[in-house]
Each structure stands twice: as C-alpha cells, then as structure tokens.
C-alpha cells in the first residue's frame, strides 16, 4: 500500500525567507501524481501544485516550486518569499492508478512578521 | 455559490441525535468524496462516489451512511456517533477521468463535536 509521510508536524521562516517542506512516498507504481495541498486556518483546502511521476521537470507556480526526486521517491515544496498568507497546513499528496488520493499527516507553516 | 459548499459549518450533537451533513458542488463534477480530519492524522478517505454510484468505501462503521441523490449533491447521515468522532468533516468533489490529474475541489467542512 502507498503512503506519504511529512516528517516535519510545524515549520516557521521569516517573511520574505524561503522554506522547504518535506515530503517522502512510498510506492510500488511507476505512473502517479503528486500534489501539494493549502489548508488555511478556518478555510478551504486548496490545490498549491500538482507534478506527473513521468515529467522530470519539476513543477513551478509563482511562488512555489517542488523538487521531485523519482528515485528518492521525495517531493519537496519550495515556497520562495514567503508571505503572511502562506501560513497554513499544507498537505502532501498521492494519487495512483487506483485514482485514490493519499494523504500525509500535513506540516503547519507559521510565518513569522 | 461557486465551487463546493458545506453545511451546516459547525455541528454538536449528542451520542443517541441522528443529524445529516450537506455538501453541495457547482463546478459540474461527476465524482464526490467525504474525507474525515482529525487532529495529528492524515486524511482518512470515508466514501467516494462516481456519477451517483458509490465505488468505495473505507471501511468506515454503519453509523456513517451517505447518500448521493444526484451528481451535485452529497450527505453524510449521522447516527448514534461517538465522541472519537468528532472531526472537521471535508467534502470534496473531481471530474472523475482515469489517471488523470483528478484535481479534488474541497468544501470548507463541517466541525463535528459528539458529546
């Protein structure tokens, strides 16, 4: 079975300072998804950014970019200039074949003024 | 309203109440979800339904019974709960396709408290 495991529970950086979350996976599979999902306190859950397994490129949105390491089977999240709206849960996600979406336990980003 | 929607946003019910959560999606989906949250644990996937039809369900006990009248319209009846149940419970809806990103749209959730 896969699973995601965020080892960090909380981060915090400064604002305007980059920070890097972690996330590790564990499959079997050779084609997936991979996402990074915002949770805002007392808000929706939002979709951050989303990499194919087969692209070795990584993933690039504004702000936020990922490292993605197949072999390592790591997905990273980069946020770059970190704002006040950037503290939040954010969720690293799977999703396989079977097109269920597995969840790590997520790490909360404080951002600190 | 636009994208997903929840109600009510807070519930507290007692152990023997029998009540309903509501999720809502105007996005034009074919495929709905119920996710349970609690605190220091991943996403537990509780149900998932594909054009009205139920094609997963985790396990979770019978005093969870959804119900999908329609491709927009998701609800979690709830009876004879039980404390450890309390949780922020997410609907979130996709347009189901195979191996596809399937980019889930979740709901603002409903904040359940079992006395």
């Known amino acids: 079975a896969q699973t995601v495991t965020q080892s960090q529970p909380e981060m915090s950086v400064q604002e305007a300072e980059t920070v890097t979350l972690s996330c590790t996976y564990d499959t079997s599979e050779s084609d997936y998804y991979l996402f990074w999902y915002k949770q805002p306190p007392s808000r929706q859950m939002i979709l951050v950014i989303r990499?194919?397994?087969?692209?070795?490129q990584n993933a690039t949105e504004n702000r936020f970019s990922v490292n993605f390491q197949k072999a390592a089977k790591s997905f990273s999240l980069k946020i770059s200039d970190s704002q006040l709206g950037d503290a939040a849960m954010y969720f690293c996600a799977y999703k396989g074949r079977d097109d269920k979406i597995i969840f790590g336990k997520g790490t909360r980003l404080h951002i600190l003024p | 309203e636009t994208g997903v929607t929840q109600t009510p946003r807070h519930l507290v019910m007692g152990m023997t109440n029998k009540k309903s959560l509501k999720c809502e999606q105007h996005?034009?989906?074919?495929?709905m979800y119920w996710y349970k949250q609690s605190a220091k644990k991943p996403l537990e996937l509780m149900f998932v339904y594909s054009l009205e039809e139920r094609v997963e369900n985790n396990s979770v006990p019978s005093r969870f019974s959804p119900e999908c009248p329609n491709s927009s319209h998701l609800f979690l009846h709830l009876h004879t709960l039980q404390p450890e149940d309390s949780a922020l419970y997410l609907c979130a809806s996709s347009q189901e396709a195979a191996l596809s990103y399937n980019e889930q749209f979740f709901g603002p959730g409903t904040r359940l408290t079992v006395l």
């Open positions: 996005l034009g989906h074919n495929a």
């Open positions: 990499q194919e397994a087969y692209k070795q």
